[in-house]
């Protein structure tokens, strides 16, 4: 099946429960998800070509655009506007044309949604269970120790990275493994898709330009 053998995009991402006590010593930063109203970012969704080994772009964009705060239980959230343009239907692991909208905020480093559910992670370098598939895998995320330097077409950056991977019931750890970089005061630049039984990814999505106020 399709859905069970996709690593699922990092939006969807369920409850998450701490494994272990390796906490960063870092102090946090004061707006490392660049949560302001009037930010926008732009994505260009990128596809390996098997015969060149390369990735080339796709006609699909993501704009994503922070567009006001609402206040939910006495704490307040940030409204992202996801919208993807250019997906004619050819492209079925990308994601459909249409606009999206998500509130999130910071809470201790990680980026949670109006029910808490984590989308990404800051805080400390635990593995967190996400969400179970099908029965048959648990999806995790880790943040890693290393910083890594990304360029896209927007500039050079020097990153934070969440590793995202499956493991079936026994604990083994299925072969994909997919990130997510961030730069601090930024937000996201690179994210990667891929099947759970192959070791490389096949999707990109590449931050192509910016504004943060």
């Keep these: ?32 998800y660049a949560l302001t109203v009037g930010n926008t970012w732009e994505y260009v969704y990128y596809l390996k070509d098997n015969d060149t080994n390369t990735f080339l772009p796709t006609p699909i964009i993501e704009t994503v655009n922070i567009t006001e705060t609402v206040e939910i239980d006495n704490n307040t959230y940030f409204n992202f506007k996801h919208v993807v343009i250019g997906n004619d239907g050819t492209y079925p692991y990308f994601p459909d044309n249409g606009e999206r909208n998500y509130t999130l905020r910071d809470s201790l480093g990680f980026l949670i949604d109006e029910v808490g559910l984590i989308k990404y992670n800051n805080s400390d370098y635990n593995e967190y269970f996400m969400f179970n598939l099908d029965f048959d895998y648990s999806y995790h995320l880790a943040l890693s120790n290393v910083m890594d330097n990304i ?29 997510i ?14 099947f759970v039984t192959q070791s490389e990814h096949f999707i990109e999505k590449r931050l192509e330009s910016y504004t943060i106020q």
Excluded: W
């Excluded at 859905?3 to 930063?29: F, H, W």
């Excluded at 970089?181 to 891929?194: C, F, H, K, Q």
């Design 1 to 32: 099946m399709k859905r069970k053998m996709l690593i699922l995009c990092v939006l969807i991402l369920g409850y998450a429960c701490s494994s272990d006590d390796n906490t960063n010593p870092n102090e946090q930063p004061d707006n490392f």
């Design 151 to 179: 360029t896209t077409n927007a500039g050079s950056f020097t990153c934070y990275d969440n590793h995202y991977y499956f493991k079936d019931f026994n604990g083994n750890i299925a072969n994909a493994l997919d990130h």
């Design 181 to 194: 970089y961030r730069e601090d005061g930024i937000g996201e630049v690179l994210s990667t898709m891929s």
